[in-house]
């Protein structure tokens, strides 16, 4: 089991959430972050003053797969999310010892389904 | 005792001319300055002026959070543009003495608009009082239509598309029904402030534009949601409140018809609020705010032309109807033709508007307002036929003329943000600013 942990732009959700449920990943959780990356963030002018350095607000999305969903859905992240710009953002996939479904106590793979 | 503001005008022309001809002394046919009069509309004009940021709040409230500030700003950017638009020819194109369609050049930056009373319009106000009321008139009227393109529309194409709207719908249409000459004035229709002029006029201009802009990027894929329903709650309160400068500030004068102008606007706007409450507790389970302040707006928009001429009676069903009606715009006709009137500025403006136009017809009397008409049910049917003319005119000259506007802007600059900045969304793409932090 795997936890693919990805930022990404705010704007490219819906168009990621469309590439995932067409590979069949129905089971997301989405969450508000803010973060930058090497650009440490945009320019932005308040009363005409130009202000940088600030941290930029990204959606995080966490999705917990068996193996065999793993390169699925990585592909579709990286296909709703790229805009071929700086700030597209990143994926990372992290090993996920154990799983439980509260309703029903399963364990491990058939919970994470 | 209810002196009507018309009557007085007409006498206070006569006079003026008959003094002229036989007498020819100015002092004697000067009109006298009324304090209360020039204080109550001096309020009036600024309750008004609140309504526009009242709106921006109420607009705002329903959009999503990345294009809060763009229509803050699109309401406030107008107060400022259309106040100088106003001053220079806007007034002039509109009340200036001329012909029956526009009114002339000659008060071109105010010259001759000055601090006498101008008979023809006020006999008891300061002529700039009632210039600066009418401006507040001129400024929220291109605002209203923001609801119907919100979220999608670049900000450069709306700043021009306001001032040419202004200039070209609005202007000649307050000429009509208000300006000296005005041929639905001439005709006698009975507005007394701006369902035609205000409500039909934006409400068709939202029409068209939503139809002709098409619908936000994401409209089939998942529901737009408002991002915060009080301030538009807010909204609608300031806008309820400012209603009274609107409705009550229109007699001109701190008088009886000014009175009643409150009473039935303030009945109206509660019932309408009540009706559609009742009607989403009915239909779909839930009494909704957002139903509720729509009700308000449907009410307070309705009864706006039929102020100064109908009753509390008429006012129960003029709010009552204008909520049954709003409500089937808005629920059923919008989702049945599919066009993105993102926040209802036809299905409660332009609906009620019309809806008002046509209730002053059958409502009017006499016994309310000497100086206006009977409508139909007081047995005067042709005035529900002026009316039911204003109507058509608004309608169709409103439809042809933002058309035009919109699709010549279009040619030249573009109008419709591109999908990439409508999904980031307009506050950045368009200001550079966000309305709220996440962390500070």
Request: glycine share 10%; hydrophobic share 50%.
């Amino acid at each position: 089991m795997k936890l693919i942990i990805a930022i990404i732009q705010p704007h490219r959700l819906e168009q990621v959430k469309e590439e995932l449920y067409k590979e069949e990943v129905n089971l997301i959780t989405v969450s508000e972050v803010l973060g930058h990356g090497r650009q440490k963030g945009v320019t932005e002018v308040y009363r005409g003053v130009r202000e940088t350095g600030n941290l930029l607000r990204k959606v995080r999305l966490e999705i917990a797969v068996n193996e065999n969903f793993v390169e699925r859905t990585i592909k579709a992240i990286t296909k709703g999310a790229k805009t071929g710009q700086t700030g597209d953002g990143k994926i990372f996939v992290v090993d996920l010892p154990e799983c439980v479904r509260i309703r029903t106590d399963e364990r491990g793979s058939e919970a994470i389904g | 005792m209810k002196v009507s503001v018309r009557k007085l005008i007409c006498c206070a022309v006569f006079l003026c001319l008959a003094a002229n001809l036989c007498l020819a002394e100015e002092s004697s046919v000067i009109p006298k300055i009324d304090g209360a009069d020039t204080a109550w509309v001096l309020i009036s004009a600024a309750l008004v002026m609140l309504m526009t940021p009242g709106l921006a709040f109420f607009y705002g409230g329903l959009v999503r959070r990345k294009n809060y500030l763009n229509i803050l700003m699109q309401c406030f950017i107008a107060l400022a543009a259309l106040s100088i638009q106003w001053v220079l020819f806007g007034y002039s194109l509109a009340f200036a003495p001329s012909n029956g369609f526009w009114g002339g050049l000659q008060w071109f930056g105010l010259r001759g608009v000055g601090l006498e009373p101008y008979a023809a319009y006020s006999a008891t106000i300061p002529h700039q009082a009632f210039m600066i009321f009418q401006a507040m008139f001129a400024i929220i009227t291109p605002a209203l239509i923001i609801g119907a393109f919100a979220e999608r529309m670049k900000f450069s194409a709306y700043l021009i598309f306001t001032l040419l709207w202004a200039t070209f719908v609005y202007d000649p249409i307050a000429h009509w029904v208000w300006g000296s000459g005005g041929w639905l004035k001439n005709m006698g229709v009975m507005d007394f402030a701006g369902g035609t002029v205000v409500h039909i006029n934006a409400g068709i201009a939202a029409l068209v534009t939503a139809l002709v802009i098409g619908k936000r990027s994401c409209y089939d894929k998942y529901s737009i949601a408002p991002h915060n329903l009080p301030f538009s709650v807010l909204g609608a309160a300031l806008l309820w409140f400012g209603w009274f400068g609107f409705n009550a500030g229109s007699a001109l004068a701190a008088n009886g018809i000014a009175v009643n102008a409150f009473v039935v606007t303030n009945t109206a706007g509660a019932a309408a609020a009540l009706t559609w409450a009742l009607i989403d507790w009915k239909l779909t389970g839930n009494p909704t705010m957002l139903g509720t302040i729509s009700g308000a707006i449907a009410g307070l928009a309705a009864i706006t032309p039929a102020a100064g001429f109908v009753g509390v009676g008429a006012a129960l069903i003029i709010g009552i109807a204008a909520s049954i009606f709003c409500y089937i715009a808005v629920s059923f006709v919008k989702r049945k033709f599919h066009y993105d009137d993102s926040l209802d500025a036809f299905g409660v403006h332009g609906i009620s508007g019309i809806w008002g136009t046509i209730a002053t017809g059958l409502f009017a009397t006499k016994l309310i307002n000497p100086a206006g008409a009977d409508g139909l049910f007081a047995g005067n049917s042709k005035q529900l036929f002026v009316q039911l003319i204003a109507v058509a005119a608004t309608v169709i000259y409103a439809f042809i003329g933002t058309f035009i506007i919109y699709k010549l802007i279009d040619v030249v600059i573009g109008v419709r943000a591109t999908e990439e900045q409508e999904a980031i969304g307009l506050d950045l793409t368009e200001h550079n600013e966000r309305a709220y932090t996440m962390l500070e």
